[in-house]
């Protein structure tokens, strides 16, 4: 799986696989969500998804040792015809899935960490990105954002 960022420098990757073999790779590249997800599709992979606390330590380490911007493109998005739902940790939004694969759609609550709560909307697709803040001497502080 892949990350996308937007905006950024010049182009640049770096990778880091897990133990049970997944990997992710950080594209540094100013592309819309439609153009990223292409490019991942070009690398043989897809948008990056989270299917839970490992995962996600993994993707923001790499992000963190790419010197990132503060907003990656990963596959989070939520179709026209489905609501926001306030009460679900991804707000209706779900994980595209990788080669005709399924991504795991329900998360641990940990993991249902918005910026900002997305639009409450039934009518528009909207994709979101994982945003992250470097905050000195701590962990980075990350979110979803629409």
């Not at 182009?11 to 049970?20: D, E, H, L, T, Y």
């Not at 990656?72 to 609501?83: F, I, M």
């Not at 609550?109 to 639009?119: D, F, I, M, Q, T």
């Amino acid at each position: 799986a892949c990350a996308l960022s937007l905006p950024s420098p010049p182009s640049r990757a770096a990778v880091r696989c897990s133990p049970s073999g997944t990997c992710f790779s950080v594209h540094l590249d100013n592309a819309s969500y439609p153009a990223a997800s292409g490019a991942c599709g070009q690398r043989q992979g897809g948008l990056a998804w989270v299917s839970g606390e490992p995962e996600l330590r993994l993707l923001l380490g790499l992000v963190a040792e790419a010197a990132a911007p503060a907003l990656l493109w990963v596959g989070l998005k939520r179709n026209a015809s489905t609501c926001t739902h306030a009460e679900h940790s991804l707000r209706g939004f779900t994980w595209e899935g990788v080669e005709g694969g399924t991504a795991p759609q329900e998360v641990p609550a940990a993991l249902g960490r918005w910026v900002k709560e997305p639009v409450r909307s039934c009518l528009t697709a909207r994709c979101a990105g994982l945003h992250l803040v470097a905050v000195p001497e701590s962990s980075p502080s990350w979110g979803w954002e629409e």
